[in-house]
């Protein structure tokens, strides 16, 4: 089964997540084709099925990306916050 | 106008589970979090909730940004006194022959495989060593009932430094339970040992597993005279869940509320030990994972009928749900509990990582040896083993468990992605400990979605 999915729209990284947790069970191939990748799956029993999952999975992952992409800045800082040690003593170096 | 704050979601029983980084869970219908990641969540009641649970925000700032930071530091207080389990095993002797035995343990006659009162000074010297103001100092084996004076060494010796030191100091004795003498339940009541033993289901059953035909009958008595000397709560169980067992959750639940104990740490194999030879783990794990969810549906049925019985793991997970805490339990960690929870000074004279990692020396592998007792403990704690392992214990940080919704509630295990998968990083597709875990909490989360104002009431008493 060959699955075409649009570089535009899907990055790299949701693809390749994807692909992650579907590969304990597939063998899968990935071709680049232009802005389409062209993602090869062999032996699958039910080809509905997986397609409607794989999409579901991929659409989640980009949902992911943008909350990420999104949430990065902020999420540093609230990293920062938590963690940062205000007990070390500082050196006042202005005197 | 809105700002997304980070959070993760997955999908269960048709419905969209967000997460957000303090573990806070909301639960929406499908189609929730494509409207909120495209800004187009109308202003409406989820669109309020959203706001309080910290999911989303107004302005350019958030302005509970402080209480978010400090909440996430509650998150990971664990950390904060570094390492407060010190497991001490005593001994590779014991005195019943269990077949799922994971510590490899030897008969009770043997030699050259009990710990040393030197090694045992290094030791405590090394515990003390540890930041934290709270040291749980817990005796395993083997059977550690059987080197009774050694025990009796040891708490003296930790009393001893403890009059300078001043720590809170716990005692736990993991034991069979097949032979407490009197002067074991002595010593125990005299410096509040308390005792964590197992029995893992009915007579026959526990019988059979532990290779003796009188085990369930001594084990019982011996957990009755430890209640009567010790206090009734000082005696905990723990329960394995056999090849066997796996076939009788609801008679091993039946069997707990028999003995009188309020709750059940149900606790599937671990691949160590005699217990590695299990035909198929993978199979064993799906078995598990169903008698896991008898066993839960059972529980709350007898909450039901008023009998308050708990679920440990799943009062673990429900706190991680349902309150702004975490739990001690190294298992469910992130950075995991290896070094920065538990440190194991084994009998051998060295100091492992973590109670799996003295079992995988037994099979000769000393990947999660930290150095021996008498060594610095900048060298135990910063050396080239634990820097290794630091590499991969933040489940944040690693493949597969970085993008998981349900991260929060789970932990990562360099140590048995290693003995399993054969690398500390693993591999989560194919992980039985990811697939064990996250059906768990799955389905706790699903009874929460499906069945919430009937479980929620009694999930919550738990957590009291």
């Known amino acids: ?95 | 106008m809105y700002n997304l704050l980070p959070f993760n979601f997955t999908r269960l029983s048709n419905s969209e589970v967000l997460v957000n980084e303090l573990g806070d869970m909301i639960i929406a219908p499908n189609g929730t979090v494509d409207a909120v990641v495209n800004h187009s969540l109308p202003s409406n009641d989820l669109y309020k909730t959203l706001v309080a649970n910290h999911f989303i925000y107004e302005g350019i700032v958030p302005p509970l940004i402080d209480v978010y930071a400090l909440r996430l530091r509650t998150k990971k207080c664990f950390l904060d006194d570094f390492t407060s389990l010190h497991i001490f095993v005593l001994t590779l002797r014991c005195n019943q022959n269990c077949v799922y035995c994971q510590a490899s343990s030897q008969n009770e006659d043997s030699a050259n495989c009990s710990m040393s009162k030197e090694t045992m000074d290094a030791s405590i010297k090394l515990m003390f060593q540890s930041p934290s103001k709270k040291l749980t100092v817990e005796f395993q084996g083997g059977e550690p009932s059987l080197m009774l004076d050694l025990i009796h060494y040891a708490i003296t010796e930790i009393e001893k430094v403890n009059e300078t030191e001043k720590r809170t100091v716990t005692y736990v004795l993991c034991t069979n339970c097949f032979n407490l003498t009197d002067g074991l339940l002595e010593l125990c009541q005299k410096h509040n040992v308390l005792i964590s033993t197992s029995v893992d289901g009915p007579e026959w059953l526990h019988n059979k597993n532990r290779g003796r035909t009188d085990s369930y009958q001594r084990v019982v008595a011996n957990i009755n005279k430890a209640r009567a000397v010790l206090g009734f709560d000082r005696v905990s169980a723990l329960q394995t869940t056999s090849e066997l067992g796996v076939n009788y959750p609801l008679e091993t639940i039946d069997e707990y509320v028999n003995l009188g104990f309020h709750s059940i740490f149900i606790r599937a194999l671990n691949p160590y030990g005699l217990a590695s030879q299990n035909n198929d783990w993978k199979q064993y794990t799906e078995r598990f994972i169903e008698f896991y969810k008898k066993a839960l549906d059972y529980i709350v049925e007898k909450n039901k009928q008023g009998v308050f019985f708990v679920e440990e793991f799943a009062v673990i997970v429900l706190r991680k749900i349902l309150t702004p805490f975490t739990t001690g339990f190294v298992d469910l960690q992130s950075p995991a509990g290896i070094i920065n929870s538990v440190l194991v000074y084994n009998y051998d004279g060295y100091v492992y990582a973590s109670d799996e990692s003295r079992m995988l020396a037994e099979a000769k592998d000393y990947t999660f040896r930290l150095g021996k007792a008498t060594d610095d403990y900048e060298k135990i704690v910063c050396g080239d083993t634990a820097k290794q392992c630091a590499k991969v214990w933040a489940n944040e940080c690693i493949a597969g468990c970085s993008d998981c919704a349900l991260k929060t509630y789970c932990g990562a295990d360099p140590v048995r992605n290693y003995s399993t998968q054969g690398d500390m990083y693993g591999y989560r597709p194919t992980s039985l400990l990811c697939k064990k875990n996250k059906a768990i909490i799955e389905y706790i989360i699903s009874m929460i979605i499906d069945r919430g104002d009937e479980v929620l009431p009694i999930f919550r008493s738990w957590l009291l």
């Open chain 1, 1 to 95: 089964m060959i699955i075409k999915v649009d570089r535009t729209i899907y990055s790299d990284s949701c693809i390749s997540k994807c692909i992650y947790w579907l590969s304990a069970k597939y063998a899968i191939q990935r071709i680049s084709a232009g802005d389409f990748e062209e993602i090869s799956i062999a032996n699958i029993e039910d080809e509905n099925a997986f397609e409607k999952d794989f999409w579901i999975t991929l659409n989640d992952f980009k949902l992911r990306s943008i909350i990420q992409e999104e949430t990065k800045d902020i999420k540093t800082i609230l990293y920062a916050k938590a963690f940062f040690n205000n007990d070390i003593e500082e050196t006042d170096l202005t005197d």
